[in-house]
């Protein structure tokens, strides 16, 4: 059955939107005001209030000073947690950290900063995003922490969430305070891989399988001076024994001949499989240490190996047929 509410609720929603949107623009860095925060009491802070009334009716009526005493002592904690529950969220600045690409249907990394602005603690904080929620978070002793949270991804290409909800309930319990945040940062989101079989003609026969690709370990390359945190496997220990310099060895890979993934050479006829298959043998040839291309209707990436140039054709896979500075494809 349809829903006659729905134009309203609709309206209603867009008017919504468009209110918080003028009070919290989207931006890198935002910080917690009095323009970006909201108080509300909670359902025990409702049953506070009206304990404390019926305390208060209750000591009129019997003109019991004791029972008036406490009536107005509650009253007088509520109005204290208001100040106190406010100050927690308010001077909180979220600060847009960096994202981690996701294969679509999988998890993107979202990294979110919180920083102090005084010497102010912020405490017992959750975030509310995309139906996901993060655990407990305290920004005390500390004036930047990092906190991470994943979100689901259903297209790929670039993915933008929508407004997080952070919010807290300390140090009472009787009211929360909340802010709705836009911050400005997407990831991108990959093709989802899908197995199967290349038909195209890829071996263009351009090299005789014996280029050097930077990643790999099948050859000697040359020594270099030692790094703190490189492997000991790798160090040159008969020249330490004559010179009693730490040098590390370098190897590098072996490459096949040069392939090419071509837009016609996957059995699909729907766009999105094709991209999916196509991103498949990618991630297939990048870890064989092929040198590849990659043809697309709109574009050619030249051949080459490596992780750099994996990520540049899945890059390209992602935004295939989109605006590359917009949102999704």
């Not at 981690?100 to 017992?124: V, W």
């Not at 400005?184 to 090299?207: H, K, S």
């Not at 697309?296 to 994996?310: N, R, S, Y």
């Amino acid at each position: 059955m349809m829903d006659v509410f729905a134009p309203i609720k609709d309206k209603y929603q867009a008017a919504w939107r468009r209110w918080v949107q003028r009070r919290s623009p989207i931006a890198k860095r935002v910080e917690l005001n009095q323009r970006r925060v909201f108080i509300f009491p909670t359902r025990y802070g409702f049953f506070f209030l009206l304990t404390s009334f019926l305390l208060f009716v209750g000591g009129v009526n019997y003109e019991n000073s004791l029972i008036l005493n406490l009536s107005f002592f509650l009253i007088s904690l509520f109005l204290v947690a208001i100040l106190h529950t406010f100050k927690n969220l308010a001077g909180l600045v979220l600060v847009a950290e960096g994202t981690k690409p996701a294969f679509k249907g999988q998890d993107a990394l979202f990294q979110i900063g919180m920083e102090r602005t005084s010497k102010r603690n912020h405490e017992s904080l959750t975030i509310s995003w995309e139906g996901r929620q993060s655990e407990l978070v305290d920004v005390v002793d500390v004036t930047h922490q990092n906190i991470e949270i994943s979100l689901c991804t259903y297209k790929r290409g670039w993915f933008q969430p929508q407004r997080l909800k952070i919010q807290s309930t300390f140090p009472l319990g009787l009211l929360r305070t909340w802010s709705w945040v836009q911050l400005d940062f997407t990831a991108l989101v990959y093709p989802m891989p899908v197995q199967c079989e290349y038909i195209g003609t890829d071996n263009q026969g351009a090299t005789d399988g014996k280029k050097k690709v930077p990643t790999g370990q099948d050859d000697f390359d040359y020594l270099r001076q030692y790094q703190l945190g490189e492997s000991l496997k790798n160090i040159a220990w008969k020249k330490y024994a004559n010179s009693q310099k730490l040098l590390s060895k370098v190897f590098h890979g072996i490459a096949s001949d040069t392939f090419w993934l071509r837009w016609g050479g996957v059995p699909a006829s729907d766009v999105e499989l094709r991209l999916s298959m196509l991103c498949y043998w990618v991630i297939t040839y990048s870890k064989e240490n092929r040198e590849f291309g990659l043809s697309l209707p709109t574009m050619d990436i030249p051949p080459a190996a490596g992780k750099d140039h994996e990520m540049a054709c899945l890059r390209a896979l992602a935004l295939y047929g989109s605006d590359k500075t917009g949102v999704d494809a």
